[in-house]
């Protein structure tokens, strides 16, 4: 059974920083593009970053230069490092698996979520 397991989201003042970590089991991580996407309430969900199969990474706009993805293939895990938080990046972030970088499109699973709050 394929799970993504996301964990780390938490409630941080402005400036802050937190790590994500979204954990898969019923498959092997190795050979897939994994991205990061989350909703706040009332928007849609975006698409925040994407490490595909050797490492290459895509990010939003929004996020570029703050947030950094990355992958553990031993671990069966990603993580999206997240610094110099703002109020706006206040979501529910979701982890999914089997992902076109270029489009943000995603053929595989996704996690339950976790909750980052930035206060200012």
């Known amino acids: 059974q394929v799970r993504l397991a996301e964990s780390g989201g938490d409630l941080v003042q402005a400036g802050g920083s937190l790590r994500l970590s979204c954990t898969a089991s019923?498959?092997?991580?190795?050979?897939?593009?994994m991205g990061w996407f989350r909703q706040a309430p009332g928007k849609e969900r975006e698409g925040v970053s994407c490490i595909n199969w050797s490492g290459s990474t895509t990010y939003a706009d929004s996020v570029r230069g703050r947030f950094t993805a990355s992958r553990d293939n031993i671990k069966n895990t990603v993580y999206l490092q997240m610094t110099s938080l703002k109020p706006e990046d206040t979501a529910m972030y979701y982890c999914a698996s089997d992902l076109t970088c270029s489009r943000w499109s995603v053929r595989g699973s996704w996690g339950q979520g976790t909750q980052v709050t930035v206060s200012s």
């Open positions: 019923g498959f092997f991580i190795a050979g897939y593009s």
